[in-house]
């Protein structure tokens, strides 16, 4: 089984609210050699704007992105799925795509009637590439070059990693550049740190970083959390019984005698603050993990090999503690609340049926007209909202006027919301981000940014008419 090393280019960072634009990606074999690759661009969704920021970094442009000519959002994530699926099995990597590329990828696969877990399911696995060059630092410092921030610290900017190793990178904030990147850093890694790289693999698929936590029960995380490196030592002490991808585990820098002192009340409280005695571990994101005789005693925060396991022995000793301790974190988990909105429902329970899967799939096979009929079909009200929706996009004409004049409706309510809070960009933000952007900048105030604010104008006017009519 080989890889696939991707990258993306949005309109901006909400992961429910904003879209993919570009994506880019290189499958390789086992041993990184590439075997080929894709590359697709496609024009924005009517309700969705990019941040000026995004164009900025990116240098996309309004008249770009509305190109007729370029595929639609639609087109563009079929064409991923159908790709995903040729290159399956598979380990997908990318660079901060487990916390962003992963999560833009699952929205445009969801919100297009796919199957949205294609990288982590039939075979599948995720790792990202941003954590192995943290750990790469933390744990081996000859493995991998560094350029420092004016702090002093390592920057783990991909272009400043990718200069500091010698790899060329013709365009940054470019998909395919920046997976060419990826896709050296990665070779790196692989030949100077051969045993950190199989690891790194290892736990790229769930069920491998459970069975290590369950087997091992004292081990060493490494995790990177506001800015700073964290080389935990932890003893596993059980499984989130509802949501079971969620590992707790103690740390063994903490004083059980005053964690087993403290009343109930206490101890959830406790269980909330900095530093968390119970840590999370969540095996479905590629943790980093490390028997505890692999890792040297000098990332250990003091302690030797022998203590350490003889306090994790205490804990599987104090059974009392353990069950109080699950109890407190289980409690502790945060609940979201059902959003209305159909974007931050992806997660929502259940997951789509047998039929309904079957109904996505056949919806993909079949002409516009026959479409319709299975989007009213789906048993998951999701999938039905989204399917109009595509519809709406994809053949507009296929949708009774009233239904046509409905969603024309929703979409300028959304596009001029101007209360707060909001959970996406409107005419009214950012065109107020544009005209920051002239008076900070009144010499050097883009052209492409006076186009944006002209194509917000227009937009704005043809918001109104249809809340007119």
Known sequence: MGFVVYDLETTGLLKNFDQIVQFAAIQTDVDLNEISRAEFRCRLLPHILPSPAALEITSATISGLTNPESLSFYEMSCRIAELFSRWTPTVFLGFNSIRFDEEFIRQALFQCLHWPFATNTNGNSRADVLNLCRAASALDSTSIRFLRNSNGRASFRLVDLASANGIAISKSHNAMADAEATLGLCKIVSQRVPDLWSNFLRFSQKAAAAEFLEHEKVFVRYDYFRGEERIDVLAFIGVNDERPNIHYCLDLNQDLEVLQNLADD???????????PVRRIKVNTAPLLFSLSDVLPEHLNGFDHAQLNAKAQMIFQNQVLVDRLMRAARKSEFLYEKSPHVERQIYDPPFFSAEDRS????????????????????????????GRRLIFYECPELLPEKARKGIERQIAERLLNNSEPLTWLTIPQVIGQLDKLRDENKEEYKAEFLQYRNYLNDLSEKCRQSLRE
């Open 266 to 276: 206490e101890l959830l409280e406790r269980l909330k603050r900095e530093p968390w």
């Open 359 to 386: 109904r996505m799939q056949l919806f993909h096979s079949v002409n516009w007209q026959d479409r319709v009929k299975i989007v009213s079909e789906f048993d998951d009200e999701r999938l039905r909202r989204l």
